[in-house]
Antibody, heavy 121, light 107 residues
Framework: QVQLVQSGAEVKKPGASVKVSCKTS????????MHWVRQAPGQGLEWMGW????????KYAQKFQGRVTMTRDTSINTAYMELNSLTSDDTAMYYC??????????????WGQGTLVTVSS | DIQLTQSPSFLSASVGDRVTITCRAS??????LAWYQQKPGKAPKLLIY???TLQSGVPSRFSGSESGTEFTLTITTLQPEDFATYYC?????????FGQGTKVEIK
């Protein structure tokens, strides 16, 4: 079965960086785009960007341009999201989610369990 | 950015009720609209994509429809496990925005 398992919770100081991993299994990693979505405490969902595992091509939301880097290691079927220059506004649950496409449309069909990143001095 | 406005933001309903949630897009998005359900402390779960295609394993009491740039999620005969927050998402343009969410609570 398809599984996305993320790394554990992180506590970071303002100005630091965080790197979250998303290890996949149960499907062909290179065949599906990987999206990252975050959710601040008590708030809604915010799309951050995607990476195409096959090529490494990325697309980031303008809001995160210059501060986020999405990478992958196809040898271990794992995607990564690194966010720099953290502030308290970056305190959130970060999710990886598999991008799906068929003749009916697009979606994020499988999600990781989430990684809580807390930014505090 | 394409704005998605969900209504209502909060809904109180009883088991067995028919529930309708609306998502209005600020511009045309074709059929690139998905709906997700999120329960407290859990990741979102895909319910519907392509406006009306039910994800595998999702009960048939969930359905989706559209009228221009207005999209609707309907739950017929609300069940206890359906009390959750629901989000729409557009996958037509970048950034892939979400609606603000609709919380469905027990009356």
């Amino acid at each position: 079965q398809v599984q996305l398992v993320q790394s554990g919770a992180e506590v970071k100081k303002p100005g630091a960086s965080v790197k979250v991993s998303c290890k996949t299994s149960g499907y062909t990693f290179a065949g599906y785009w990987m999206h990252w979505v975050r959710q601040a405490p008590g708030q809604g969902l915010e799309w951050m960007g995607w990476i195409i595992p096959n090529s490494g091509e990325t697309k980031y939301a303008q809001k995160f341009q210059g501060r986020v880097t999405m990478t992958r290691d196809t040898s271990i079927n794992t995607a990564y999201m690194e966010l720099n220059s953290l502030t308290s506004d970056d305190t959130a649950m970060y999710y990886c989610a598999r991008g799906f496409l068929d003749s009916s449309g697009r979606s994020l069909d499988y999600w990781g369990q989430g990684t809580l990143v807390t930014v505090s001095s | 950015d394409i704005q998605l406005t969900q209504s209502p933001s909060f809904l109180s309903a009883s088991v067995g009720d028919r529930v309708t949630i609306t998502c209005r897009a600020s511009q045309a998005i074709g059929r690139y609209l998905a709906w997700y359900q999120q329960k407290p402390g859990k990741a979102p779960k895909l319910l519907i994509y392509g406006v009306s295609t039910l994800q595998s394993g999702v009960p048939s009491r969930f359905s989706g429809s559209e009228s221009g740039t207005e999209f609707t999620l309907t739950i017929t005969t609300l069940q206890p496990e359906d009390f959750a927050t629901y989000y729409c998402q557009q996958l037509s343009d970048y950034p892939r925005t979400f609606g603000q969410g609709t919380k469905v609570e027990i009356k």
